[in-house]
């Protein structure tokens, strides 16, 4: 059984920096894209970043660009986002997802992905 396991979410003032980390087992991702997605309250879930499998190529959502690092640990099983200059509009229940692709961009849709693990809070006050 596949599980995506997120931890490291909390509450933060803006401005602040944060780090969350997914954990995979029941199935290597080391060929496959990984990535994070968002979903704040009465909002759709959206795409936050993603890196393929061999961790060559990353790719972002605007909103995010130049404050979220993306990377990814194949010997660890794990991907991690770091978060910088948080911003009280970042604030929402952040998914790590895997897709069976390897390239970052096929995961840049909500609809490609084929794992997902159960969301970890990141909550950013002004």
């Known amino acids: 059984q596949v599980q995506l396991v997120e931890s490291g979410g909390g509450l933060v003032q803006a401005g602040s920096s944060l780090s969350l980390s997914c954990a995979a087992s029941?199935?290597?991702?080391?060929?496959?894209?990984m990535g994070w997605f968002r979903q704040a309250p009465g909002k759709e879930r959206e795409f936050v970043a993603a890196?393929?499998?061999?961790?060559?190529?990353?790719t972002y959502a605007d909103s995010v660009k130049g404050r979220f690092t993306i990377s990814k640990d194949n010997a660890k099983n794990t991907v991690y986002l770091q978060m910088s200059s948080l911003k009280p509009e970042d604030t929402a229940v952040y998914y790590c997802?895997?897709?069976?692709?390897?390239?970052?961009?096929?995961?840049?849709?909500?609809?490609?992905?084929?794992?997902w693990g159960q969301g970890t809070q990141v909550t950013v006050s002004s």
């Open positions: 890196i393929s499998g061999n961790g060559g190529s990353t």
């Open positions: 029941g199935r290597t991702f080391s060929t496959d894209a």
């Open positions: 997802a895997a897709a069976m692709f390897s390239g970052s961009y096929y995961l840049r849709r909500v609809s490609n992905a084929d794992y």
